[in-house]
């Protein structure tokens, strides 16, 4: 089995080849690790063309049927962590992260620094809603693997536990090895507003929305901040891309709502919930 710095070290050489797809609010709690942290299978055995092939289901986005094929290839071979691993992004994929977890599980009972177990088991705490649980092994997983997911997943969870000023470091971070994407700059705003900063969250989310590539969930988030900042009348003279009227003002009154919430930790939470269904429209 490998150790935990060459399997982190394969996931970092892997991720800065391949372009990182923006994420929002809601996807930083929702999706799950999308990249691979196994070393290549030889494919000249009957597990390695197994491997292969739930592989190329995977990438096909046939989770559940990717998922099934690792589990018999776990049972024709000696189980690794490798595969654990593929096992539990491939669940998470599926919407299984109760399973997911329990793989991820698998795969640190050898190695309890393996750092992409980690960041899987606390995607998939955070899906399950125990932000407390992933906070523990994403703040393991995050400064190994140093990438844009760990960081956005490590301050959602922050967000959610009640850690607003933490999470903004945590977005920061992951802005950092991001600088010009849109919805990194976004997460980091709708956290810096949880923390109390809303003019840096406000002029952050002006900055992002100014950009010829911003999408109509931008436009939202820069709602958001504004109704969380007390610019309820700002926040009316925002114009959304193709968004009725009607559909802002149902915008504003859930922005409301949120702002009118206790506690940092339950507006995080509403915040993911707003954003998913935004998201589902």
């Known amino acids: 089995m490998k150790s935990s710095s060459a399997v982190s070290r394969m996931v970092s050489t892997r991720a800065a080849t391949v372009r990182r797809k923006g994420v929002t609010w809601a996807a930083v709690v929702a999706v799950g690790f999308a990249l691979s942290a196994c070393a290549a299978t030889p494919s000249d055995t009957r597990e390695g063309r197994l491997l292969k092939l739930a592989d190329d289901v995977d990438q096909r986005g046939d989770h559940a049927t990717a998922a099934a ?9 000696e189980p690794s962590a490798e595969l654990l691993i593929r096992l539990g992004n491939a669940r998470l994929a599926a919407g299984e992260p109760e399973a997911a977890a329990q793989a991820f599980r698998q795969a640190l009972a050898d190695d309890l620094e393996l750092a992409p177990a980690l960041l899987g088991l606390g995607t998939a705490q955070l899906r399950l809603g125990e932000p407390q649980g992933a906070l523990r092994s994403l703040s393991r997983a995050a400064p190994e693997l140093d990438s844009v997911a760990a960081w956005s997943r490590l301050g959602a969870a922050q967000a959610l536990a009640g850690h607003p000023d933490r999470s903004v ?14 919805d990194v700059q976004a997460n980091l705003a709708l956290a810096e507003s949880l923390a109390g900063d ?6 952050g989310m002006r900055r992002v929305v100014d950009s010829p590539l911003a999408e109509a969930r931008h436009y939202r988030n ?10 309820r009348e700002e926040a009316r003279r925002v114009e959304i891309p193709d968004l009725p009227a009607s559909r802002r003002e149902s915008l504003i009154a859930s922005a409301e709502r949120i702002a009118a919430l206790p506690s940092a930790a339950a507006r995080a939470q509403a915040l993911g919930m707003a954003q998913a269904s935004a998201a589902r429209e």
Request: hydrophobic residues 55%.
């Open 169 to 182: 470091e945590a977005f920061v971070r992951a802005a950092r090895l991001e600088p010009r994407d849109l």
């Open 69 to 77: 094929m690792y589990e018999r290839a776990l049972e024709q071979g």
């Open 198 to 203: 809303d003019a840096k969250a406000i002029a």
């Open 222 to 231: 820069l709602i958001l901040v504004l109704v969380l900042g007390g610019q």
